[in-house]
């Protein structure tokens, strides 16, 4: 993956991204009250190649002018062989309010429909109120089984 939206570059993670990666998602997640969790639910962003390239996932970096400013990613479910989460999807505020999370959900769901899954779980904390519209808007139905103790939502869709 390497594309642009706006003035957003979009491309696959590379190891050396891994603590700014994880400092992105630190800050998103402390400016919504949220706790930091690196042995816990944010282990992942600390491993990416054991969690997704290794689990036939993939791991997106979002940048501007060289800066990290945004992460989404998805890796296949152990026990679902059609479904995947997505997980990590958190942009900073400068990157917010200009189309670009729509963007990248779309574009995750067309390389998980390209890689054979159809059907996608999102779980998301309900004080994340910009991700929570943006996956009701694009048809996410609510679930009740949530698994990250952080959150307290979860969502799925079938993909056609």
Known sequence: MRENYRQFL????????RASAAEVIRQVLAEYGLPWQPEEADRDVLEV???YLAQQGEFWIVEIEGEIVGTA???PLENKAERVEIRKMYLLPLARKQGLGTYLLLRLEE??????FNEVLIETASCLQEAVILYEK?????????STT??????????N
Do not use: H, M, T
């Open 10 to 17: 979009i491309r696959d993670w590379q190891p050396s991204d």
């Open 49 to 51: 190649e054991k969690f």
């Open 73 to 75: 990613a998805y890796f």
């Open 111 to 116: 390389s998980i429909k390209k890689r054979g």
């Open 138 to 146: 694009n048809q996410y139905q609510p679930l009740l089984e949530v």
């Open 150 to 159: 952080r959150c307290d939502l979860a969502y799925y869709k079938k993909l």
